[in-house]
């Protein structure tokens, strides 16, 4: 199946400080991603709509001045954590879906964001 | 508002068991019903995914069953093994090119 890459896989940061997030469709194209983020044992919680060569939609709650999403191509979507805190310390994950047709959605790894 | 409503929150089979996992939803325009297995520190990986003009769907060990009146659907893991001790979720979306919303997911652990 098509594979979606994540990087880091795991980052420890500063509070203060801010924290890039990477996702890469590595054999096709993905004029849209999606991100979102996921605490201790819960459920995955859309965060925002990537969309290649606009801006990005924000779901309810989520600052867009502080998670910073760039997609500039067609394989790579960005999500920058300005300003890290404590509580935004979990684990987030990209997902692509090849084409346009109602197909399957694939996930990265996830990155591990630990603010100390 | 929960968009899909999962349950069990938790389940623990013993090996061989077939632990069934349901989900239910209020919107009539999802048409994409998926099924994801996460295991600890890793995204999730999809197991098998139904439309709503199909009834049942089986992928080797497991199996969905679809209710479009009921607006219900079901994980069924045939012959379960500990390997199988994950979270699953279950998850709907409405057309092509939007989010998946997920549930809140079951944990399941199958003892030996």
């Known amino acids: 199946g098509a594979v979606v890459s994540q990087h880091p896989s795991r980052v420890i940061c500063k509070s203060g400080t801010s924290v890039k997030i990477e996702c890469r469709s590595l054999?096709?194209?993905?004029?849209?991603m999606f991100w979102y983020r996921q605490f201790p044992k819960q459920s995955l919680m859309l965060m925002a709509t990537?969309?290649?060569?606009?801006?990005?939609?924000?779901e309810q709650g989520v600052e867009k001045d502080k998670f910073l999403i760039n997609h500039a191509s067609l394989t790579l979507s960005t999500l920058t954590v300005t300003s890290a805190h404590p509580e935004d310390s979990s684990f987030y994950i990209c997902?692509?879906?090849?084409?346009?047709?109602?197909?399957?959605?694939?996930f990265g790894q996830g990155t591990r964001l630990t603010v100390v | 508002q929960q968009q899909v409503k999962q349950s069990p929150q938790s389940l623990i089979v013993q090996k061989g068991g077939i632990p069934i996992i349901n989900c239910a939803y209020e919107?009539?325009?999802?048409?994409?019903f998926p099924w994801y297995q996460q295991f600890p520190g890793k995204g999730p990986a999809l197991l098998i995914a139904?439309?709503?003009?199909?009834s049942e769907k089986k992928e080797g060990r497991f199996t969905i069953s679809f209710n479009k009146s009921a607006k219900q659907f079901s994980l069924h893991i045939m012959d379960s093994q500990p390997g199988d001790s994950a979270t699953y979720f279950c998850?709907?979306?409405?057309?092509?090119?939007?989010?998946?919303?997920f549930g809140k997911g079951t944990t399941l652990s199958v003892s030996s």
């Open positions: 990537s969309n290649e060569g606009s801006k990005a939609t924000y």
């Open positions: 054999d096709f194209q993905a004029t849209t």
């Open positions: 919107n009539t325009a999802f048409d994409y």
């Open positions: 139904i439309r709503p003009d199909v």
């Open positions: 998850a709907a979306r409405r057309q092509a090119g939007t989010a998946l919303i």
């Open positions: 997902s692509a879906t090849p084409g346009t047709a109602n197909t399957e959605a694939f």
